[in-house]
């Protein structure tokens, strides 16, 4: 039952941007960076190198837990990749980032958007995710989507 998303193109359609007819997908989709925009140590790919991106329509919010100090260079990797976005947020410079303080920066700004669901990699994050937000978090890496 719809909606219905495939890890080969979910990342290069109509649901991304919120172009569907189906309200779930509300203005689009919000991504995690490291682990499904590019391979991660456990996505299976080599680390840093190309995942789901998005190239044909631009994702709505992207969310990282890098540090705004490393905005330049993962800039310029998406740019040299093709990818396509419109918001990027990433940490303080001054946030030591561990795994719950970078599942709550997520969280803020997913909660803040009117994205219908997150993508996420790591599950402990996505069930902090989801917890936070009371809104759709769907991991990729456990192929689970954490929802009401």
Partial sequence: ????????????????????????YGSGVAMDLDGIVCHDAESGGAI??????PR?????????????QHRAQTEAWLHEHGALWERLMMLPNDDAGDASRIAAHKARHY???????????????????FRAT???????????????
């Avoid at 044909?56 to 705004?68: D, K, M, P, S």
Wanted: charged share 15%; net charge positive.
């Fill in 111 to 129: 909660a803040a958007s009117t994205c219908g669901f997150f993508m996420e990699s790591d599950p402990a994050q996505a069930e902090a995710i």
């Fill in 56 to 68: 044909r329509t631009a994702c709505r919010l992207i969310v990282t837990g890098r540090q705004e």
């Fill in 134 to 148: 009371a809104k759709p978090v769907i991991c990729a890496r456990v192929s689970r989507v954490f929802a009401a």
């Fill in 48 to 53: 840093g190198s190309p995942y789901m991106l």
């Fill in 1 to 24: 039952p719809s909606p219905h998303l495939m890890e080969w193109n979910w990342a290069n359609n109509g649901p991304l941007t919120g172009h569907s007819a189906n309200p779930v």
